[in-house]
């Protein structure tokens, strides 16, 4: 059972007036601001929209299934990537790792996948294509992955943090990979009961995960030894990787 429109309007309610200390070093708060029904190739879900008090960035949440005062529920956050997520771009990987996540919550009795919306690990849109820019003019990656390596975490983990507590969950299996990400957000208060590992299956796009002996500095070398520039903080498993493998890409 998904949001009933009693609770969306208790919900909103509830939104209309919040106001807290924030969340994390900079007081970072939320409110619902609006809730939709969201059917999607991915299955049913609910689309919630935020409003902030920080960067004027409208965040989501995908919500499917029952998730308000419920236990367990798997979260995914995901960073958005224009490029990657909308038109499909092949300079990285984040639509593979978004689709695997809905796929993965649609089949799940509820899940939520947390859309945060910081471009490029939070250096915005223009930045990311700064850095694409200097790749393309054969710049060192160095320096684009400098401008693109750059990413507030503590940010990132406080605005996912209240939005799962808006929503009124009372403890998460966090769909990650990365054990950073879960620390992150349990100093934040959230209550995290397991890990569910990000799966995606191997093709000619994410081979470079797979070849992992020249990872260095948050950036690996496909099998062409070009390198890839790696946007989302938390990468998937590959199907087929083994285990060192999946250490290896896990570093930086
Ligand atoms: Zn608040
Ligand atoms: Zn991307």
Not at 18 to 42: Q, T, Y
Not at 54 to 77: I, L, Q, S, W
Not at 105 to 124: H, K, S, T, V
């Amino acid at each position: 059972m998904a949001l009933t429109p009693l609770q969306i309007r208790e919900l909103l309610d509830d939104n209309r007036a919040h106001e807290c200390d924030g969340f994390g070093k900079n007081h970072v708060c939320v409110r619902i601001a609006s809730i939709a029904e969201l059917p999607s190739r991915f299955g049913q879900f609910q689309v919630v929209a935020f409003w902030n008090n920080r960067d004027g960035k409208e965040h989501a949440a995908f919500v499917h299934g029952e998730v308000t005062h419920a236990e367990n529920v798997p979260v995914r956050m995901h960073s958005e990537c224009l490029t990657g997520d909308a038109i499909g771009s092949l300079r990285c990987d984040c639509r593979d790792q978004l689709e695997a996540a809905l796929r993965t919550i649609g089949a799940m009795d509820n899940g939520i996948l947390l859309y945060l919306r910081q471009e490029g690990r939070g250096i915005g849109f223009t930045n990311k294509i700064r850095a694409y820019g200097l790749q393309d003019h054969g710049y060192d990656t160095v320096e684009a992955n400098i401008a693109l390596g750059f990413r507030d975490d503590e940010r990132d983990y406080s605005v996912a943090a209240h939005m799962i507590a808006s929503l009124n969950v009372k403890s998460i299996r966090l769909m990650t990979n990365n054990p950073k990400k879960i620390q992150g957000l349990a100093e934040m208060g959230i209550r995290i009961t397991d890990r569910i590992p990000l799966v995606i299956p191997p093709n000619e796009y994410n081979r470079f995960y797979l070849q992992t002996k020249a990872s260095k500095s948050g950036h690996l070398l496909d099998s062409f030894g070009k390198e890839r520039l790696l946007e989302q903080l938390d990468r998937p498993f590959v199907e087929g990787m083994t285990s060192e493998q999946a250490a290896k890409v896990q570093e930086n």
